[in-house]
């Protein structure tokens, strides 16, 4: 099952069957109208461990509602978790759900403590009002120069996680983030273009192997709006100091590049196969590297 979704307050729910007369076709499940149809939803996720999705609104809005997309009717309530002051564009929950990072057009960087919002969906799966438990620990304006766009939570340790952040200020950071105390940038690189999105695209490494310099690097496929899609790599030097290389870039795109993946496994040549989209022209792309 997948999902869409879109510019009226709403995600379609969707699925994939194969048939040897039709081949592979996409099938319409529901589409469920979450808010009102002036609202944009620009991001969503499910989270890993109760049914569920939280979604960024251009309302400013972070929510988490129940994920009912099959017998369940519209679902009503609005389920806020925690508020940025302009449009909210992303969201991340960490590995193990009880928190969830979020970034708004307002350059704030939030994190919000999510214990008691889960332990209230697995008593009462069909209601959203839990106002009185929203948890923010930190929310950090300082870090970025403009609207925080992608995050992407690498690991965490006993002294904070590590996550990455884009920004339409066009850069990629490697931040330390501890629940209390004060963030720290490890690592950042300009890359030319506001970073809309980021996907991993490799697994190397347990947060002990990494911070002992015993992982191989870490590989990112990077949106960068007008500077096209790049792949990215992210190690520790020999002196133990972070660092981000660009190992290549595509460039074909003559829009904003908002949408990029790639399939999972090498090829023969060892090589990925990337799709990446760009937005006014409505072109789409496969390429390899």
Request: aromatic content about 10%.
């Amino acid at each position: 099952m997948f999902g869409a979704a879109t510019s009226t307050g709403s995600i379609g729910f969707y699925h994939l069957t194969r048939s040897p007369e039709d081949g592979i076709k996409i099938v319409h499940n529901v589409t469920v109208q979450y808010f009102a149809e002036d609202i944009l939803i620009t991001a969503f996720q499910w989270h890993p461990i109760i049914d569920s999705i939280g979604m960024t609104l251009t309302t400013g809005e972070v929510c988490l509602v129940p994920f009912k997309p099959i017998d369940a009717p519209d679902i009503a309530s609005s389920g806020s978790v925690v508020t940025h002051d302009l449009e909210a564009w992303t969201l991340a929950f960490s590995s193990t759900g009880m928190g969830m990072y979020s970034g708004g057009d307002d350059s704030a960087l939030k994190y919000t403590d999510m214990t008691e919002n889960v332990q209230y969906f697995n008593k009462n799966t069909h209601s959203a009002e839990y106002e009185d438990m929203q948890r923010t620990p930190w929310s950090d304006g300082k870090i970025h120069g403009a609207g925080v766009t992608a995050i992407l939570p690498l690991y965490s340790t006993d002294d904070g996680s590590r996550i990455l952040t884009g920004s339409y200020d066009d850069h990629i950071r490697l931040i330390h983030a501890p629940i209390a105390g004060r963030r720290m940038v490890l690592a950042e690189l300009n890359l030319g273009g506001g970073l809309w999105r980021l996907k991993l695209l490799n697994h190397p490494w347990d947060s002990e192997s990494i911070e002992n310099h015993t992982s191989d690097e870490v590989l990112l496929l990077a949106s960068c709006m007008y500077a096209g899609a790049k792949i990215l790599s992210l190690k520790k030097d020999k002196g133990g100091e972070w660092q981000f290389r660009v190992l290549a870039k595509f460039e074909e795109h003559k829009s904003m590049n908002y949408g990029s993946d790639c399939q999972p496994f090498l090829n023969k040549q060892n090589q990925r196969t990337f799709i990446t989209t760009s937005f006014y022209d409505r072109l789409l792309c496969l390429w390899r590297y």
